[in-house]
C-alpha cells in the first residue's frame, strides 16, 4: 500500500481516537516546546492552517497564540502560485473560501511573512524529513522564505505518523520541530 494512502489511514484513526481533547494536547506540547527553546515571543509572527477533514485541529492552540500577543496569519494560495502568501488572522475573523475549497483570511487583512510555519504532516521521520499533501506548497513556500531569513518549521502529527524514512528529493524541506498529542521534539535545532 502506497505510504500517502497508508498514513491517512492512520491519522484518520489517531483522530477518531483522540476527539475533541487533540486541540488542548496540541496547544500543552507546544508550550512545552516554547520551554524546551523554540523561540517565539510577543510580536512574532507565527503561521497556522485552518485544518480541513481529520487534520489535527490547531485552531485552539492559534487562539492561544493569540492571547500570548504572538501574531497569527494562516496561508492564502493564489491562482498561479505554487508557494503560499500570508494574511494576518485572529480569533472571530471571518474566512473565505479559497482554492480548492480551503478557508483563508479575507483580502482586507494583511499580507504578512512568517517567522515560523505550523505545517500540517501526512508522516514524518525523526530527520525531520516530512510526507505532505502533494501540492509542494509548503516545500516551495519553506524554500522561497529560507533563501531571505531563517524561518523555524513546526510540523504537527499524531505520533503515530512517524515512519522510519520518509522519501525526498531535492526540493522538499525538512522540520525544524515536531508536535505530536505526546511530545514536542527538536530535529534540527542548527536551523535556528
Do not use: H
Not at 483522530?15 to 512545552?32: A, N, P, T
Not at 505520533?159 to 505526546?182: F, G, H, M, R, Y
Amino acid at each position: 500500500m502506497q505510504l500517502s494512502k497508508r498514513m491517512r489511514q492512520v491519522r484518520r484513526r489517531a483522530y477518531k481516537s483522540l476527539g475533541s481533547v487533540q486541540g488542548k494536547l496540541i496547544s500543552e506540547k507546544f508550550d512545552e516546546a516554547l520551554q524546551k527553546g523554540l523561540s517565539i515571543q510577543s510580536g512574532d509572527i507565527v503561521a497556522g492552517f485552518w485544518p480541513i477533514k481529520d487534520e489535527i485541529d490547531i485552531r485552539y492552540l492559534l487562539k492561544s497564540l493569540c492571547e500570548k500577543r504572538i501574531e497569527v496569519c494562516l496561508p492564502i494560495v493564489g491562482k498561479q502560485r505554487t508557494s503560499m502568501a500570508f494574511r494576518l488572522w485572529k480569533p472571530g475573523d471571518q474566512l473565505e473560501v479559497g482554492k480548492m475549497g480551503l478557508l483563508q483570511p479575507s483580502r482586507k487583512r494583511r499580507l504578512v511573512e512568517p517567522e515560523t510555519l505550523i505545517v500540517p504532516t501526512l508522516a514524518y521521520d525523526q530527520l525531520g524529513r516530512r510526507l505532505g499533501y502533494g501540492g509542494g506548497y509548503y516545500d516551495a513556500t519553506l524554500s522561497e522564505l529560507r533563501s531571505r531569513r531563517s524561518v523555524t518549521a513546526v510540523g504537527v502529527a499524531f505520533e503515530a505518523q512517524q515512519v522510519p524514512v520518509v522519501p525526498n528529493d531535492s526540493s522538499d524541506e525538512t522540520l525544524d520541530w515536531i508536535i505530536t498529542e505526546k511530545e514536542a521534539k527538536v530535529i534540527n535545532m542548527g536551523l535556528e
